[in-house]
């Protein structure tokens, strides 16, 4: 289980990494948009799926 929490990390880390990504002055810099709500889904998703998780494990199931 362990390792599932931490591919879960990895993946709101990925997310935030994406956000701060400098893509000014390359050829996908007309793709910042998709990128920028890609980050922020793949935030909200899995750290909604961690305090899902979390709160699932204190209320022992």
Do not use: N
Request: cysteine-free; overall charge positive.
């Amino acid at each position: 289980m362990d390792k599932f929490i931490f591919l879960l990390l990895a993946g709101i880390a990925a997310g935030f990494a994406l956000l701060k990504v400098p893509l000014a002055g390359t050829f996908l810099s007309s793709l910042t948009p998709v990128f920028t709500w890609i980050a922020i889904v793949a935030i909200i998703v899995f750290s909604l799926y961690l305090i899902f998780k979390a709160f699932l494990a204190v209320l022992g199931k």
